[in-house]
């Protein structure tokens, strides 16, 4: 008996030491890890390490999208609360420095009163989306994408201009034609330049001081108003526009001349318009001082890439002269790009276009064969322009906003896409158009405002396009006021989803492919079937619907 008490003695003992923390750490392990260790027993088991991993890599696949959406939207929420709390800030401190009472007579008042335009624009330090997107190897490959296809392009050209010609042939005949007589335009430049440097700035401030001392406040501002309202349309309406169609200016130039007419009548527009408040607001609370901005304050916005008017603005703190010269290379590789998609997809097709009777067979050929021309003329328009060489400008002028656009091509709606295409031109219209009605006439007439906006800049946009190309024909004009409005209400921010987003794209391709056809048809018309004394009503009357040439 004692030596059978002796042996489960020692037999206890035995299990007792066999359950250390390591091997009580092991029985609680997953049993795939256990039969991972018993089963390897000093060899490695290669298939199932393969299938671990492939279960984890799986499991982080799936919990990517999730984690990257979560982390997106309380950024986006994170920015939104810090930027409306910003702009909030000097109300609130102003309204913490009187009673409750006072500021309940002040809501009373307001609420019996017409309120005025609520802050405006708020500008911060952050960079453009296509120098973030840049720094992903995969939106770079697309970029390499397309410089291969202008390398093709080259290609091409040279290779078919050899087998004609039996030599190179390097001219650049259509690039030199379209943008002749530089002279004139750098010159109708200087002037519009200057004048929108001196007029505007010179009649705020005589206006400004003599404001507040005038005893006949209503006709001072009448007449200093009349005075500016007669320099945007005269001197920067009719002058321009004149010097462009009496030269005789070829397109290209043309669009250089009237771009920037238009470009400095929304910039001084903007100077007056956030002004002239500033300085009422003074004169009312009867302030010693009256606001005036400093001249170097206004030269700097007339070149800052922004349509909205600051004292000051956020600044970087240094010049990168080869991001600057990058830019402005990429702008220069686009205009070649240009070139090279009119030369080999344009030409061609329009050419011999008069020769053919206007039919609706040929114009459905015509308008699908023009939208890969179409297409890609617009990507070369919103990356040369709205990214290259605003962030050149930006960049030089050490502008530290760079949210020139946001990211159109993921938009559902058109509303959308509005927004966010060209974001410089849609704070204009929404702080000094839309707003701006809706103070005038209330809140409860927004489709009146959102309409009358959409009618100024489809007229402004055909009346850019009218005088560049010599002609009138409001292809734009009505896909905007009319197709565009449509799509405005009907695909609007309510449509969510990759469905949306794909009848967007489909819309603007067909958008851009009828922009092309229409007015490269009429554009060689008008050069074969031209008109010996031309009426104002021979400018309004599409030729190409009755041009027929037999060659």
Known sequence: MAGDDCVRKRQAGSTAASKTPEN???QRRPESERSFQNSSNGWVDVDHVIMRKMQL???????????MKEVDSHFTEFVNSLVAKSALLDSSSAASLF?????????????????PPEHGKIFTARRSLLDELFEVSHITT???????????????????DFIDEGRLVLGFDLLVFVFGKFPVVFCTWLCMFSATVVVPYNL???????????????????????????FQIAGLGFGPTYVAVAYALPPASRFIVILEQVRLVMKAHSFIRENVPRVLSSVKDKSGTVHIPRISQYLYFLFAPTLIYRDNYPRNPTIRWGYVATKFAQVLGSLFYAYYIFVRLCI?????????????????????????????ILFLVFFAFLHCWLNAFAEMLRFADRMFYKDWWNSTSYANYYRTWNVVVHDWLYYYAYRDFLWFFGKKFRAAAMLSVFTVSAAVHEYVLSICFGFFYPVLFCLFSCFGVVFN???NDSRKGPFWNVIMWTSLFLGQGVIICLYSQEWYARQYCPVENPTFLDYLKPRSWSCHVKM
Not at 99 to 115: D, G, V
């Open 57 to 67: 890599i799986a499991e982080a696949e799936q919990l990517k999208p999730a984690f």
């Open 489 to 491: 209400f009907t695909l």
């Open 348 to 376: 061609p097709l329009f050419r011999n276009s008069s020769q053919e009777t206007f039919n609706l067979r040929g114009l459905v050929l015509c308008i699908f064969n023009s939208i890969l021309p179409g297409v890609l």
């Open 24 to 26: 009580e750490e092991t």
């Open 204 to 230: 705020f401030v005589w206006w400004a001081q003599g404001y507040s001392s005038s005893s006949h406040r209503a006709v001072h501002s009448f007449f200093y108003g009349m005075l500016f309202t007669l």
């Open 99 to 115: 009673p409750a009472s006072c500021a309940e007579k002040e809501l009373h008042k307001a609420k019996n009163s017409r309120a």
């Open 142 to 160: 697309i970029y390499h994408m397309f410089i291969a296809l202008l390398i093709v392009f080259i290609l091409s050209t040279l290779l078919v």
